[in-house]
């Protein structure tokens, strides 16, 4: 079986994410948020005997992948097929509280070379990108139906380009002519509406865009907050949850969350008295992310952008930790 993807920090993982000074119990369970092909787990029920492991993911196709790298561990893997927001909101009345979460937000290096669902402009392939394929929005549909603003608006948000109204325009002009149907034609119209100097940069003048329309085809910042209020609320106390993000929106929400939950209180200032309890919820274990070496870099290029949060669970967070959370 071919494997494409290389999970990140994965040693750095495995460390934070560990009891520290003690070995796994028996039954030990951790919530593998975002399965993938299965690296992350792969390496955590290599290394801890015994640990079990539910691996949710979106994507069925590359779960299938998962599922027969993983068969070797028997019934210490389980799996589930949806978004992690579902499943932690639904949390399975019949499953223990896990002892370790982790979130890994990048996608999947499967998703870009295997997928044919035009997540690359380096292929010609339909202009889909939904994570789930039974997904209500396509990217052709963003693509050859937002208005111009909306487009603009969209891009400079989530890709942070900062030629997202030329960008926007090109497209809407092309448009007129016919749909945008394929990942290379997109790519193509972006190409030609950047200055000359901007194509020759250090990354494709389509990148921050693809990123962009990606991030809005699947939602992945809008029902980031929740999902991580939930996920922490399901987890056992003294447990751990780690989160690995790609980029400064990602980073800010978990930052932002992560921090309310190691403060004492998160009462708003119009508050008389305290009402959220008065103490915090987790111990902030990672006061600055944590980072790739440069030795992985070097043999992973897509680290070079990852940063690790990882938080102990002291008690249950309330709705008031969700304050300043989102984007």
């Given at each position: 079986?071919?494997?494409?993807?290389?999970?990140?920090?994965?040693?750095?993982?495995?460390?934070?994410?560990?009891?520290?000074?003690?070995?796994?119990?028996?039954?030990?369970?951790?919530?593998?948020?975002?399965?993938?092909?299965?690296?992350?787990?792969?390496?955590?029920?290599?290394?801890?005997?015994?640990?079990?492991?539910?691996?949710?993911?979106?994507?069925?196709?590359?779960?299938?992948?998962?599922?027969?790298?993983l068969a070797v561990y028997g019934d210490r893997?389980?799996?589930?097929?949806?978004?992690?927001?579902?499943?932690?909101?639904?949390?399975?009345?019949?499953?223990?509280?896990?002892?370790?979460?982790?979130?890994?937000?990048?996608?999947?290096?499967?998703?870009?070379?295997?997928?044919?669902?035009?997540?690359?402009?380096?292929?010609?392939?339909?202009?889909?990108?939904?994570?789930?394929?039974?997904?209500?929005?396509?990217?052709?549909?963003?693509?050859?139906?937002?208005?111009?603003?909306?487009?603009?608006?969209?891009?400079?948000?989530?890709?942070e380009e900062k030629l997202s109204r030329r960008?926007?325009?090109?497209?809407?002009?092309?448009?007129?002519?016919?749909?945008?149907?394929?990942?290379?034609?997109?790519?193509?119209?972006?190409?030609?509406?950047?200055?000359?100097?901007?194509?020759?940069?250090?990354?494709?003048?389509?990148?921050?865009?693809?990123?962009?329309?990606?991030?809005?085809?699947?939602?992945?910042?809008?029902?980031?907050?929740?999902?991580?209020?939930?996920?922490?609320?399901?987890?056992?106390?003294?447990?751990?949850?780690?989160?690995?993000?790609?980029?400064?929106?990602?980073?800010?929400?978990?930052?932002?969350?992560?921090?309310?939950?190691?403060?004492?209180?998160?009462?708003?200032?119009?508050?008389?008295?305290?009402?959220?309890?008065?103490?915090?919820?987790?111990q902030v274990i990672t006061r600055k992310p944590?980072?790739?070496?440069?030795?992985?870099?070097?043999?992973?290029?897509?680290?070079?952008?990852?940063?690790?949060?990882?938080?102990?669970?002291?008690?249950?967070?309330?709705?008031?930790?969700?304050?300043?959370?989102?984007?």
């Open positions: 079986m071919e494997i494409i993807h290389t999970p990140v920090l994965l040693n750095e993982c495995l460390e934070y994410l560990s009891p520290a000074g003690e070995p796994f119990e028996k039954n030990c369970l951790m919530i593998d948020s975002t399965l993938g092909e299965g690296g992350h787990s792969n390496a955590f029920l290599s290394r801890y005997e015994g640990l079990h492991i539910c691996g949710l993911d979106a994507d069925s196709t590359i779960q299938a992948k998962a599922k027969e790298r893997m389980q799996f589930f097929n949806g978004w992690f927001n579902d499943f932690y909101s639904n949390y399975p009345a019949d499953m223990e509280k896990p002892d370790i979460i982790l979130f890994d937000l990048g996608i999947s290096v499967f998703h870009y070379e295997r997928s044919q669902r035009g997540f690359s402009f380096r292929y010609d392939e339909p202009l889909d990108m939904r994570l789930n394929e039974k997904g209500t929005v396509s990217a052709a549909e963003i693509v050859n139906t937002y208005p111009e603003s909306r487009l603009a608006d969209l891009i400079y948000l989530y890709g960008i926007a325009r090109a497209i809407v002009e092309a448009r007129a002519g016919g749909q945008i149907i394929s990942s290379k034609a997109l790519a193509d119209i972006i190409w030609e509406a950047v200055p000359e100097k901007y194509r020759h940069g250090p990354i494709h003048p389509a990148t921050r865009t693809f990123q962009a329309i990606r991030i809005a085809v699947n939602d992945e910042l809008g029902h980031l907050p929740k999902a991580l209020f939930d996920a922490f609320n399901c987890l056992k106390p003294g447990g751990k949850m780690g989160v690995i993000t790609f980029h400064s929106l990602e980073d800010r929400i978990v930052k932002n969350f992560f921090r309310n939950l190691g403060k004492e209180c998160v009462c708003p200032q119009e508050f008389a008295v305290c009402k959220c309890g008065g103490k915090p919820c987790a944590v980072g790739p070496t440069d030795g992985e870099v070097k043999e992973n290029s897509p680290s070079r952008s990852a940063k690790l949060r990882v938080v102990r669970k002291i008690r249950d967070a309330g709705e008031l930790h969700l304050r300043e959370v989102s984007i």
